[in-house]
C-alpha cells in the first residue's frame, strides 16, 4: 500500500479531488491511501495563525516553519517518510519519468504552499524533492500535487485495469499516442481508416506507429526530433 500524506490548508480540496473515478476504486481496493494534513492543525499560536510578514520587507505573508515542522512529524510517526516533495514553481519540471519512479516509493509527502510562500528554514529541514508542474503560477500548491498524485498512482501495480494501457500510452517510448476510434464506423460523414477494419494486427501496428510519428512531429517537434536522433530510419 503506497501511502500519499500531503501536507496543506486545504485538506477538503484534496480529499473531493481524488475521492472519484479510478483512484477511488484504488483507495477501496486498499492499493494507495491519501492522507491529506491541516498544517493549521499544529499550530502553537492561539489564534490558529500559520502564517507572518516576511523579514526585509516585499508584499504578502509567508507561511511559518514551527506549523509545518510539526505537522511533517506527526506524519513521519505513523509511517516511516520515503521522500517529502515540496511542489513549488521553482521545482524541476514534472514528468512521466519522474512519476515512473516515485511510484516505487512507500510513503510520499506532498507540501503544498499557499499565500507568498514558506520560510526557507523548514524547507532545508525536510524537503528532499522541489517539483513543478510547468512553467505558470497557480494560487496554491494543491492542483499541482493532485496532478503529480494521480500521474503516479497509475503506475501503481492493480490502480489500472488494464496493465498495458500504461505502456502503449503517450511518452512511454517518447512519442504521443496514435488516434483511436469507436463504432460506429462512420460517424457525420467520417468513416474510421479501413486499415482499423482488416483484422490485420502488423498493418494495425504499422498504421498506428506512423500515425504517432506524424502527431508528434506536427504537435511536439520537441519530442520527435529526440526520438528521431535515437531512431534516424523513421524520419518522415
Ligand atoms: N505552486 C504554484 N504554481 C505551481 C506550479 N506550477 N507547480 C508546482 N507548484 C506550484
Known sequence: MT?????????????????????????????IEINSVN???YTDNKHGRVDDYTYGGGAGML????????????ICEEKEVSRVIYVTPQGKPFDQKMAVELSKEEHLVFLCGHYEGIDERVLET???DHVSIGDYVLTGGELPAMVMIDAISRHITGVLHNEDSCDTESFTDGLLEYPQYSRPEEWMG????????????????AWRHKESLIRTKDRRPDLYEKYIESHPDEKI
Open 190 to 205: 467520417k468513416k474510421v481508416p479501413q486499415i482499423l477494419l482488416s483484422g490485420d494486427h502488423a498493418k494495425v501496428s
Open 39 to 41: 498544517i493549521r492543525d
Open 63 to 74: 507561511m511559518q516553519a514551527q506549523p509545518i515542522y510539526d505537522c511533517y512529524r506527526a
Open 3 to 31: 501511502r500519499f500524506s500531503v501536507m496543506t490548508l486545504f485538506p477538503e480540496m484534496i480529499d473531493a479531488g481524488l475521492n472519484v473515478s479510478i483512484l477511488a476504486r484504488a483507495i477501496d481496493k486498499g492499493l
Open 126 to 128: 525536510i524537503v528532499t
